[in-house]
């Protein structure tokens, strides 16, 4: 089987756009499409070859002549598991939409969309198409949460418009130089391999350097330039919160380690400290925040900054394991926060509409189910040791101890704030008494329908995260390989299987 | 005959043209000025194309000048059709036709 | 070996069964089938851990550790990963002692628990954490170490706060496993020390390399392995969850709180001897904090007043023998008192259980008298506990101490010192044990003991909250309303007869001169230790000390008789007297406070600051503001331009373009 990723590219695009004519069925439509995407990630997952590390199922056609732009899609061990985790979550937040019952067929459009800028975003092979994808991701994010989100939302929207689109500008600029800067002889290719085979001289690479970080930081987003995400996070309507901050956020963690450290690395040796730093801040700074506020959305978003600053740590110890561990924990995250947003509109509509924490409690006992799959969550979110975001943190951090020893053990500071966090929000929204405006009822068979197949895929991979690591093994190293040898304390560590 | 002559007519009309635009408050006699800029620039595109145009090795003499004029004429045209529905519209919702009572988008 | 391997994997997967059955049925399953269930599996367990324990002793001695493995869980480049148990004695030894006093817990359980609305929630948490300190026992590398230990930390969690509408459990729950996370990050970032130096997360790969990995490594993995096994065994500083876990059914205060999951920082520095070994100052550091806190926490349980307080403090304190021992290379002793507490511990919890069932909940020994006749088996399953507790020879408890502190005092050196303090402790001990039992079982008969002689058990009116006296919801919590378990129930007689009979001879299987069954079954694990090979009491360190041990617990029960039977005004004058010293004791030494002000309160000031004033000012004030304040000013400027009149922007057309020309005109 000859597998085309222009398929699995545009597929949820298409059945986005065929929603906006089923009309009643438009929902139904955007699922099926998403589903056949999942599909087509999972004969991906299954027929990729894990052993080579090269690029596979390239499909490479010259797009733009003179501008040396390529359409050029290719998967391997770096990407691959981000595009399981895209289209499943994806997949899942469609159905849950749909179930919803309540929103219009452009919603699912505009989902769609989103689906294949994110898609386009992780498979590019070109550096322009790249940046292209990662803009667009945006415009949909902008529509849906500008019709249809909740409390301010035009000025929430336009706060995080106006943050991401300088980020994103700063990146155009920096994506074109690198472009214009590594061409020979008057030969312009923006296609990664291309750009990869020139080494640009240490002062270019440092200030391109720092126009995509500012664009990758602002996505993710990293303290302190979060500023959006509050209001942002507020106002979304659940579903594309949920997989805003499941996926579109791990697409900035993935362009670190597939434009940034390959391609600059001297820039990248050269400012390693500073975005080790910012990743420790966000760790500290978020798990703070996240067990001081008593919104739920924003227990979840704040929880969201320190687990990226984890994922950033390990991205920037520009080691074998932390970076493995960076990816990993890109996967772990989505797969716990789509349900965890999930749960958060079920505890809302148990509390009365309110998102507080303080208008929750004590449904646990009348709601048994939830109650489990929400601690299932829980735990697995807190990186409890057994589940897959356990070997996910304990790889980045390993990764950081080998070679900055006192960020790692500051940032294990981050593990113990996650218990208390986590924790917190499931006793009061679930334990002790049950509050006034409360109405205990357990989950309804649709919402198990959104819950349950996240959950399996958390225990799978609690009991075989081999699954995903074994997939990037020969990739993603390769990946901080040039960055690492350029800081100049480069260890190998000896192995006896 | 000299080029000047052409020119001198565009460079009246086209004045004509721009004085009108300034001073009259009646959207319909805006459009007019509008017009009669624009076939003043046609004047003076065929004029110039009448007067400097070179043939080719081919002994072919173009036309760039007159095509020119020919597609500012359709835009023109276009131009007229949007803005006199426009003005029709603002007749009929009973709006002013006075473009300096018009100014909903200021900032 | 495969024999090994299956009843190894078997004996871990029943419980785990028990525990899916119990959860997803919990609609399915109904009366005491839970319970039923959870027993079965935990029998068969227990008789699969016995067969394991035959099959290993049937392989030659070296061929005595055995690994299985089921599949690789983290092999990637650097790491070796498996999900793989190590099978040898100790862990052999520690197996078969869990499953056992666990199956005889989840029958105690099936009657005590039978009033309560969340049975089957009960069961498939009593389950899960027999499972988890099954993995944590027979995990056979580092990653499943810490993956069990984290387990029966949450399953701790679940368990304490399991009546959770109670403000003070779910209290007491994340107290307990915010310190157990602290315990986690410390043996993770043991492990990482430990591995930078040895290349390998596998238990015997490790050990064989531990003389190569560099001292600095070694003593750091060491110390920090120790702040695991502290928070999970509750030593100084990290003890003070234990008490408040209390707020959990009593039966898991026997089962998790006593018996098994709070010795796992004793089994881990028994693993881990090869690399203790290499680490004289991480093994000194081991031994002086188990000296503290058996010291420290038989003082506190002097003093409080909350019955199953008082058991959790003998149980630290106990702990704090066991991990004395290990740290001081006697690990079969360690090991030994492991075993005789698991027994004893466990039988004092089930027999205070049924008092508290018979007062209806009130765990306040003010409030008990004269329960003797009224519950007569209890009575005698109290008094064979304690005394077993208190080291009163020929029980349980008497042989595994002495042995304990025999071995420690063979070291020599300051570690004499230790052992003068573990005997002035194992006098406080037998004090605080008879205390118990003379104020709860002795004297006139309180109404609710007068009330069950006549047959009948007392129900209280409205239940209420034994720490805070807040009336209750009772939707989950015990007691319910129609409980009936004091001792009247065949499943906790049987249970308690079947502890009360082992916390009498469970000692005898090592009895200095006669027999040393325990020291050659866990042979092979201890084998090139060296202090395995150098510690051998002399004849007269073992008869002098083992007299000594028992003059102690005899003395404290007569000064236990003597204060509160013959003459209860001494009581009083002593407190007076020792005003400031009391005080320090009611008040646990003041560790709660010495936590709250170091780390609770800094922390939630941080997070008050950040959320109120540093996201305001700095965040959303220049981070934020900057930005949007220069696209606002920007904006605003090019907004005046804006005004409206068609016939101005014309004219700065005109303008403009009349510029433009000018321009040329000029510079042609």
Redesign the interface.
């Given at each position: 089987m000859t597998i085309h990723l222009s398929i699995v590219l545009w597929l949820p695009a298409f059945a986005g756009m065929l929603a906006l004519v089923a009309r009643r069925f438009a929902g139904w439509v955007t699922f099926v499409g998403s589903l056949a995407a999942l599909a087509y990630a999972v004969a991906l997952l299954v027929d990729f070859d894990a052993s080579s590390g090269a690029l596979q199922y390239v499909t490479d056609k010259l797009w733009i002549d003179q501008l040396g732009i390529h359409y050029k899609l290719g998967v391997d061990g770096l990407n691959i598991a981000l595009v399981g985790l895209t289209t499943l979550s994806f997949t899942v937040c469609v159905l849950w939409a749909t179930l919803e019952r309540e929103h219009p067929p452009q919603f699912f459009m505009w989902l769609g969309v989103m689906h294949t800028a994110v898609l386009g975003a992780l498979l590019a092979q070109d550096l322009l198409l790249f940046v292209l994808f990662f803009d667009l991701m945006l415009v949909p994010v902008f529509f849906l949460t500008g019709i249809w989100g909740a409390g301010d939302r035009v000025r929430a929207i336009i706060r995080l418009f106006i943050y991401t689109l300088v980020g994103s500008l700063l990146m155009l600029a920096g994506a074109i130089a690198l472009g214009v800067l590594s061409g020979t002889g008057g030969e312009v290719s923006f296609a990664l391999s291309d750009i990869g085979s020139v080494t640009l001289d240490k002062g270019t690479q440092e200030w391109i350097f720092l126009c995509f970080a500012a664009a990758f930081l602002v996505k993710m987003p990293a303290f302190p330039v979060h500023g959006w995400m509050p209001d942002g996070y507020r106002s979304m309507p659940l579903p594309v919160l949920a997989v805003f901050s499941g996926v579109l956020s791990k697409v900035a963690a993935y362009g670190f380690l597939r434009v940034v450290t390959p391609l600059l690395p001297d820039a990248t040796a050269h400012f390693q400290m500073l975005l080790l730093l910012v990743g420790l801040a966000s760790i500290l700074y978020g798990s703070i925040m996240a067990f001081t506020t008593t919104e739920t959305r924003l227990i979840l978003g704040y929880s969201s900054i320190a687990q990226l600053g984890f994922i950033l740590l390990g991205v920037f110890s520009l080691d074998d394991d932390g970076a493995q561990g960076a990816i990993l924990q890109s996967v772990n995250h989505g797969l716990v926060v789509v349900p965890a947003f999930f749960i958060v509109g079920l505890l809302a509509a148990r509390a009365g509409g309110s998102q507080d924490l303080r208008d929750m409690g004590g449904v646990a006992f009348r709601a048994p189910i939830l109650a489990g799959l929400f601690l299932i969550v829980a735990l697995a979110t807190l990186a409890m040791p057994g589940s897959s975001n356990f070997v996910g943190e304990f790889l980045i951090l390993f990764g950081v101890f080998d070679t900055k020893i006192v960020i790692a053990i500051v940032a294990f500071t981050g593990v113990v704030l996650a218990s208390v966090y986590m924790l917190r929000m499931f006793i009061r929204s679930m334990h002790n008494r049950v509050n006034p405006g409360v109405t205990p009822t357990d989950i309804r068979f649709a919402d198990g329908l959104v819950l349950v197949p996240m959950v399996a895929v958390i225990l799978l991979l609690a009991l075989y995260p081999q699954l995903p690591l074994e997939k990037g093994e020969q990739t993603i190293p390769r990946q901080v390989e040039a960055a690492s040898q350029a800081t100049g304390d480069h260890h190998e560590i000896q192995v006896i299987r | 005959m000299s080029i000047a002559w052409y020119l001198a007519v565009s460079a009246i009309i086209f004045a004509i043209g721009?004085g009108g635009?300034?001073?009259k408050?009646n959207p319909l006699v805006?459009l007019l000025c509008l017009e009669l800029m624009l076939n003043a620039a046609n004047l003076a595109l065929i004029a110039f194309n009448r007067m400097h145009a070179e043939a080719d090795v081919h002994g072919k003499v173009p036309h760039d000048g007159q095509v020119f004029a020919l597609i500012v004429m359709v835009v023109a045209a276009c131009e007229v059709t949007v803005g006199l529905g426009i003005i029709v519209a603002m007749y009929r919702r009973r709006l002013p036709v006075d473009?300096?009572e018009?100014?909903?988008?200021?900032? | 070996m495969t024999s090994v391997k299956t009843f190894a994997w078997l004996t871990l997967l029943f419980p785990l069964a028990g525990c899916i059955v119990n959860a997803l049925g919990y609609r399915v399953l109904r009366g005491k089938l839970p319970g039923y269930v959870g027993t079965a599996v935990l029998f068969a367990s227990f008789v699969s851990a016995v067969l394991m324990l035959f099959s290993l002793q049937d392989l030659a001695v070296e061929e005595r550790h055995v690994r299985a493995v089921a599949w690789d869980y983290m092999a990637t480049t650097g790491f070796d990963g498996q999900l793989a148990l190590l099978v040898d004695p100790l862990s052999v030894f520690m197996t078969v002692t869990i499953t056992g006093v666990s199956a005889l817990i989840h029958l105690y359980s099936v009657a005590y628990m039978g009033g309560d609305r969340g049975y089957t929630r009960f069961f498939s948490y009593l389950n899960f954490f027999v499972f988890s300190m099954l993995l944590l026992i027979l995990a056979g590398n580092f990653i499943f170490l810490i993956v069990g230990w984290a387990f029966v930390g949450a399953a701790s969690y679940l368990l304490i706060s399991f009546w959770y509408r109670r403000e003070t459990a779910t209290a007491a729950g994340i107290k307990a496993f915010v310190i157990n996370v602290l315990g986690d990050v410390g043996l993770v970032l043991g492990t990482f020390f430990i591995f930078r130096g040895s290349g390998t997360l596998d238990y015997l790969g490790t050990f064989e390399k531990a003389g190569q990995i560099s001292s600095g490594d070694v003593t750091a993995g060491c110390i920090l392995l120790l702040v695991g096994a502290f928070a999970k065994s509750a030593q100084i500083p990290l003890h003070t969850w234990l008490a408040d876990a209390m707020e959990g059914p009593t039966p898991v205060s026997a089962l998790i709180h006593a018996a098994t999951m709070v010795t796992a920082g004793v089994y881990l520095i028994a693993r881990m001897w090869p690399l203790f070994e290499q680490s004289s100052s991480a093994a000194a550091v081991g031994a002086i904090v188990g000296c503290a806190t058996l010291f420290v926490s038989a003082t506190i349980g002097l003093v409080v007043t909350d019955l199953k307080r008082i058991i959790a403090y003998s149980t630290m304190s106990q702990i704090g023998y066991m991990i004395m021992a290990v740290s001081s290379g006697a690990y079969v002793a360690g090991i030994f008192h492991f075993y005789t507490h698991a027994f004893f511990k466990a039988l004092l919890f089930m027999a205070a259980g049924s008092v508290i069932a018979a007062m209806a909940g009130v765990q306040n020994i003010d409030q008990m008298r004269g329960f003797r006749k009224a519950m007569p088996f209890t009575f005698g399953c109290f008094v064979i506990g304690g005394l077993s507790l208190s080291g009163v020879p020929p029980f349980a408890g008497f042989f595994s101490k002495d042995e304990v502190l025999a071995y420690v005092a063979d070291r020599g050196d300051w570690h004499v010192a230790l052992v003068v303090v573990g005997y002035i402790t194992a006098f406080i001990t037998a004090v605080y044990t008879f205390r118990m039992i003379f104020r709860v079982f002795f004297g006139d008969p309180s109404p609710e003991a007068r009330e069950l002689e006549q047959g009948h058990l007392h129900h209280a009116d409205v239940p209420r909250n034994p720490v805070t006296g807040e009336e209750e919801d009772t939707e989950v919590g015990f007691p319910g309303p129609e409980h009936h378990i004091a001792e009247q129930e065949l499943p906790m007689r049987l249970a308690m007869g079947v502890l009360a009979l082992a916390a009498i001879v469970a000692g005898w299987i090592q009895i200095p001169n006669v027999t040393e069954a325990l020291d050659n079954f866990l042979e092979p694990t201890f084998e090139g230790s060296r202090f395995h090979e150098q510690l051998h009491p002399s004849d007269s360190l073992t008869f002098g000390g083992l007299a000594i041990g028992a003059l102690c617990g005899i003395a404290g029960i007569a000064v236990a008789f003597l204060i509160w039977r013959r003459r209860p005004e001494i009581a009083v004058t002593l407190r007076e007297r020792f005003r400031p010293l009391h005080t320090l004791f009611v008040n646990k030494w003041y560790a709660d406070e010495a936590l709250d002000r170091l780390f609770v309160r800094p922390a939630a000031w941080t997070g008050r600051f950040a959320q109120q004033t540093f996201e305001r000012v700095v965040v959303n004030g220049l981070v934020v503001g900057g930005p949007v304040g220069l696209v606002r000013a920007g904006s605003a400027a090019v907004r005046s331009r804006q005004s409206g009149f068609l016939r101005a922007y014309a004219a700065l057309m005109v303008l403009g373009l009349a510029g433009v020309l000018l321009w040329l005109l000029v510079r042609s």
């Open positions: - | 721009a635009v300034l001073v408050r805006i473009v300096d018009l100014r909903e988008l200021h900032g | -």
